[in-house]
């Protein structure tokens, strides 16, 4: 069974960076892309940005490019958000996630799920 754990967020103050680690195991083949998403109270899953694993491709939100960085290291089968320059409107619970294919940014993409690592930025 394929199991995603998030790990490595937490509170920083503005302009301050993190970084989300996701160790994946159990798979029986390699998902087409892995993704994170973020998910504030009140609001949708967004998402934040892919990596797709044949090619490395990337893809990002309008709204974090520039700042978060998405990686892979595939002896450790995990994937990696490096956040710099943190908003407050960064706040959220950040998920990673295995995709099968289609558009990158669609929840429905994604057949496994992590439980989530909370990062709070504050002003």
């Known amino acids: 069974q394929v199991q995603l754990e998030e790990s490595g967020g937490g509170s920083v103050q503005a302009g301050g960076s993190l970084r989300l680690s996701c160790k994946a195991s159990g798979y029986r083949y390699i998902p087409s892309f892995l993704g994170w998403f973020r998910q504030a109270p009140g609001k949708e899953r967004e998402g934040v940005a892919a990596?797709?694993?044949?090619?490395?491709?990337?893809n990002y939100a309008d709204s974090v490019k520039g700042r978060f960085t998405i990686s892979t290291d595939n002896a450790k089968n995990t994937v990696y958000l490096q956040m710099n320059g943190l908003k407050p409107e960064d706040t959220a619970m950040y998920y990673c996630?295995?995709?099968?294919?289609?558009?990158?940014?669609?929840?429905?993409?994604?057949?496994?799920w992590g439980q989530g690592t909370q990062v709070t930025v504050s002003s």
């Open positions: 990596i797709y694993t044949r090619t490395s491709n990337t």
């Open positions: 996630a295995a995709g099968t294919g289609g558009r990158w940014s669609a929840t429905y993409n994604y057949n496994y």
